[in-house]
């Protein structure tokens, strides 16, 4: 929201546009300084570059604004209209954004993902700006399940220092689900082989085996995803279970579809393999019999990159533990995303398996919620036992309850007769 991108590829994308429409001197000499500017950035900049100040360059920016309101103005019906306001309106964005930038701010150069070149405002720290939304108001109230650590999320939303935080018990039933860490398993880059896979797939197969029903399991990628996928084909391919996978950029069509798979009350087995952060990881509702269990693989961490790399540097100046902003804070929240669409009411029951052996670590289990203190450490050759005591202990319960209704009504119904 309180950064902005620029990209020089758009800019002469507009400038090829509106050639045909003759827009006029001024109008392309701005264009054609904004480009320039950009092309300058570009030329000094390897892969990722920090600048202090681009001033100079908002001058410019400034000064295509208003010409290309004029052309705006005066060509309302326009076919590449739409286009141009679109460019205008994040050009607008980014002149605006460049008025808040302060020592909260990383201004940098880099190259995307498709080649094209970039010049980012980047807003590390929102609190600063977060606090002038707030005062506009009497209070506030951030209300979430995944505020963990608070002490971070606090330092990100406001800059009172006297704020506080209640954490409120969760109302739901830790008997309710069964909660374990694959001690086996690695997600690390340096592990990510043949070996670790088989363990992944393996410790899915004896979830989704010690019950029929709805599974899904998340992970931290698309590659490690289809690679898992593979070898869980490949091993524990089952005429009983049915598995789909979440597409990269699904359409909206395609996204209720693959929602309604877990509404329905399948025959067989039905596994859904998707991306933690992702769209079926967070926001979604599958109550009741519709899930029954999750695996999330991996500790959700972030793909190194150069915005990662120079938020982790920030803080570190900052005298914080860059790492853990950067990387271990947004990696948990997603893990805690993903593993909380299991229990959506307290009447759900249900499996929930971290797979990767940093959650062990003390780093991370200081990062649970309270509710996931009786968490227990499990290999493969111990994970079926634990998860079939757990059944069966639920289904005992539950049979016992059946049993004490059943004699409940017919006591009912002798009175009545």
């Known amino acids: 929201m309180f950064s902005a991108t620029l990209v020089k590829e758009e800019i002469l994308k507009v400038r090829q546009l509106l050639r045909p429409y003759a827009p006029g001197k001024k109008l392309e000499k701005a264009l054609n300084r904004c480009n320039h500017q950009m092309l300058v950035y570009k030329r000094e900049c390897d892969s990722c570059t920090e600048l202090e100040s681009v001033s100079t360059f908002l001058m410019m920016v400034n000064q295509l604004l208003e ?40 201004i940098y150069t880099s190259y995307l993902d498709n080649g ?57 039933d830790p008997a309710k689900r069964c909660l374990a860490i694959g001690s086996e398993v ?59 996978i979440q597409e990269s950029a699904m359409r909206e069509q395609e996204r209720e579809a693959f929602l309604e798979a877990f509404a329905k009350d399948n025959e067989k087995t039905l596994v859904g393999f998707c991306i933690m952060g992702g769209i079926f990881s967070e926001g979604i509702d599958l109550d009741g019999e519709k899930l029954i269990g999750a695996a999330v693989v991996g500790a959700g961490i972030p793909q190194v990159g150069p915005e990662r790399e120079l938020l982790k540097q920030y803080f570190d100046r900052s005298g914080e533990n860059g790492f853990d902003y950067a990387y271990r804070y947004p990696g948990m929240n997603k893990v805690l995303q993903a593993a909380g669409r299991v229990i959506r009411t307290t009447e759900d029951t249900g499996v929930i398996l971290l797979l990767d052996e940093r959650f062990r670590n003390r780093e991370y289990r200081e990062l649970f919620p309270r509710e996931w203190e009786d968490c227990r450490i499990v290999q493969r050759s111990s994970l079926p036992e634990v998860i079939h005591s757990f059944w069966e202990r639920v289904d005992c319960e539950s049979g016992s309850k059946a049993g004490q209704q059943e004699m409940k009504s017919r006591c009912s119904a002798e009175r009545y007769v």
Request: hydrophobic content about 40%; charged content about 25%; aromatic content about 18%.
């Open 67 to 106: 010409e290309l309101a004029g052309w705006l103005e005066a060509h309302k019906t326009s076919e590449i209209r739409k286009q141009v306001l679109e460019f205008y309106f994040n050009l607008r964005n980014f002149s605006e954004i460049y008025n808040l930038v302060d020592e909260n701010y990383l």
């Open 116 to 172: 094209d070149f970039a010049l980012r405002l980047f807003c590390v720290n929102p609190a600063e700006n977060l606090q002038q939304c707030i005062n506009q108001g009497r209070s506030a109230v951030f209300f979430s399940a995944t505020l963990l650590p608070v002490q971070y999320y606090k330092k990100m939303f406001s800059t009172n220092t006297d704020d506080y935080a209640i954490y409120v018990e969760s109302p739901f």
């Open 186 to 244: 690695s997600t690390k880059y340096q592990r990510r082989n043949r070996a670790e896979f088989e363990k992944i797939a393996a410790y899915l197969n004896e979830m989704i085996q010690s019950r029929k029903g709805n599974y899904m399991a998340f992970f931290p990628s698309y590659r490690l995803m289809q690679d898992v996928y593979a070898v869980y084909e490949e091993l524990y391919a089952d005429e009983n279970v049915t598995c789909l």
